[in-house]
């Protein structure tokens, strides 16, 4: 009996042991779990994710974007995330950085990606990738889109070449934005065979056969320069070399009508005196007196070939005082004429087209009119300091009765002292020397 009770005794002692046992097991599991717990319950604070899903690069050398990512809340020390590049269009471009880096406080962090060449359209892929302290969410990677060829278009599609001429390009993406190329640029371009003019005879081009688009800028030129006009081959068709990097917009070709110096066609804007400094040193008049104008205010047009041209004025400075009415002008051929402003012994000689005018006023004045047909001059030249075509108006018959005292006189008494000098016209050895530039 007693036997009994003792091993009872003992064995509700093993089981209290276990009983204790058991317990402290179940409080660590517990204890675990509740440390699992309070993970999952309070996550990293610090989410980060792309600002937007896509960044797109236009097709030309050294087109950038900036690609930024966003934080759910500011950060708390200095932070970075690395990422990946990776894709056909991966190879193309270049980073400012390796990682995207947070200092303490910031909420946003950005770096710089750039094309390093034209090519076809690719994609690239940037991925965010994990990092201490930062959980990525959703927007963990974008698309960065390289775009396709790019597109070129003539500002016109037809045009004229008289002495020598800029003819512009102009440069768009193949999403139809301008943009504006970083450094200087050169396309090659070609001469189409619908050209029936030949280079190197009858034309050539003043910088080589290229295309120039001048930094920050997104419009080209190429120069071109006359040499002959030979019946049946004044035409000139030009277009872009072949190139994968671009397609053709609205204006694929340009068509250039060869004119040659004496063809005055077109509309003229008056650009001003080239020779009042001369007049003023040799008389000791001021050329305002008789003529002015604007290049807003004051143009003509010529319309017609070069034996005859209608002729259009318009007018609203002095010369209108001078060019009275629309009228014909003939043209009576060329004589030479010494450019005596410029200097040089002896000064440069241009062969000076003249043409004889209607409805012109010998007196260059609103209230005296001695009207008639007189002899106007013309010739051509490039500007090369604008690089622009200017048609030079010389007027040299004329019969000024202003009476504006100068230091030596009038203009109405220099004329009155010219008639003894036998000239013909009185006035040819004082010519009225006027710039104009064609009016687009």
Known sequence: MFHNSSFIVHSFKKIRNMRKLFILFTMMILAVLTSCSDKDANPAKFIVGFAQNA??????????????????????????????????????????????KFKAGDSSAEITISRKKVSKSKNATMTLTNANGVRLGLMDYIQVVLTGPNVY???????????RKSYEITMETATGARF???????????????????????????????AIFPAGKNTGQVSIQYLQKREGHDKIVLRMAKNESLISGNNPTLTINI???????????????????????GLRLSDTLLVTGTPENDYFTFKGDNNSYQFTPHFSGKLKNYFTAAGTAINLGTRPEMLQEKGGTPPPKVDLTVLKMENVNLNISPTDKTIGNYRVGFFMRNNSTTNQEELIMTIY???PTDTTPGEWGSWADTYNLMVDAGDDPVMLSFPIRIAFTRKE
């Open 153 to 163: 278009s003539f500002t016109n599609n037809h045009d004229k070449l008289a002495i």
């Open 259 to 281: 004119a040659g110096p004496s063809d005055f066609s077109g509309t003229w804007k008056f650009a001003g005196v080239l020779n009042s400094t001369w007049l003023y040193d």
């Open 180 to 210: 504006n190329f970083p450094n200087t640029t050169v396309y090659d371009i070609a001469v189409d065979e619908a050209s029936t003019a030949v280079e190197g005879i009858d034309f050539e081009f003043v910088n080589g056969k290229k």
């Open 397 to 399: 018959e004329y019969k």
């Open 55 to 100: 960044y797109i690069l236009e097709n030309f050398a050294g087109a950038t974007t900036t690609v930024r990512i966003v934080s759910s809340s500011p950060a708390e020390a200095d932070l970075s995330v690395p990422f990946t590049l990776t894709g056909e269009g991966a190879e193309d471009l270049s980073v400012s950085a390796n990682l995207f």
